[in-house]
């Protein structure tokens, strides 16, 4: 399956959005809600057993956080220092896609990209017990709203909210595709020091791409010169995957890769959203490595 294949996964999980509410779209399963043109019970249940390869590179971000760009990135990685593209084959993330997708993945080559916005908690076990290196992508909590709530309402197929209000209230009770951003910052925060797991976030990428390169081709074993590190930090700038989206992605390109500025919540939120995401943020994270990782007091306050 080709780039061109891929894109078309992606066309036909629109094209199954178009018409539906947003009560419509969202199915719960196991407590959390999922996009049901994408994910499926039988598809969960197939994912338990999943069989993870020590040396897949398993990327795992809460909904936009920045995870396109970095399955971007870490394709780059692999053609880069191995000589060896990565086939498009499959929707990126494992819970997206039918039942039989497993069965397929065991014929890819290592190393694979294993792409999931799952909390920790519902993870394939392999991973764990494999030992598969695992890279957490992280964004403040008030422009993953801003980017989640855009996402919706700039797309002619995907179902959009009345209102920013709405989203708002639902984001914060974790009434939205895979459940509750504090929920999951929670768990993964426990994980933090964990030998095989890599926190990142998504504003330290903008601030210093080539280092974050760096620190990513470190963490997954990647021999990449400073050259090399420098061309793919180059190719992965916002401005330039955004230029090739529509390549990549399809229609959905340039909505995936929006706008990637850091603090573009300031648009939207009001005074009383803004404080109550703080109260939500103390009450679940505060003194953590977590918090002090994402300057939440740099990118959140006005």
């Not at 109550?276 to 007091?297: H, I, N, Q, R, S």
């Amino acid at each position: 399956m080709t780039e061109k294949t891929f894109v078309e996964e992606i066309e036909k999980a629109l094209e199954k959005s178009k018409g539906l509410n947003i009560k419509e779209l969202l199915f719960s399963y196991q407590g959390t809600f999922y996009p049901a043109t994408v994910c499926s019970a039988e598809t969960f249940q197939a994912l338990e057993n999943f069989e993870a390869r020590k040396d897949d590179l398993v990327l795992v971000s809460y909904p936009k956080c920045g995870m396109n760009w970095l399955i971007q990135i870490a394709s780059d990685l692999i053609a880069t220092t191995l000589n060896t593209k990565q086939e498009n084959k499959e929707l990126p993330f494992i819970e997206c896609g039918d039942p039989e997708k497993y069965q397929r993945m065991k014929q890819f080559p290592s190393p694979r990209i294993v792409a999931t916005h799952l909390h920790y908690n519902n993870l394939p076990k392999s991973i764990l017990k494999n030992k598969a290196k695992v890279l957490v992508l992280f964004r403040n909590p008030k422009d993953v709203a801003s980017s989640f709530f855009h996402f919706h309402n700039n797309s002619p197929n995907i179902p959009s909210y009345n209102s920013w209000e709405e989203f708002f209230s639902e984001f914060m009770s974790g009434k939205v595709a895979w459940g509750s951003y504090f929920d999951h910052a929670v768990v993964w925060n426990k994980h933090i020091d964990d030998e095989n797991i890599l926190i990142l976030t998504y504003e330290e990428l903008k601030e210093d791409l080539a280092a974050g390169v760096k620190r990513i081709a470190e963490f997954f074993g990647f021999a990449a010169t400073a050259e090399q590190v420098q061309s793919i930090a180059n190719r992965a700038s916002f401005q330039a995957v955004r230029d090739k989206s529509q390549e990549t992605h399809g229609a959905v390109g340039p909505l995936l890769f929006r706008k990637g500025v850091v603090g573009d919540w300031k648009s939207l939120f009001s005074e009383a959203q803004s404080q109550k995401v703080d109260a939500k943020f103390k009450e679940c994270l505060v003194g953590t490595k977590l918090e002090a990782k994402l300057k939440y007091d740099v990118y959140c306050k006005a």
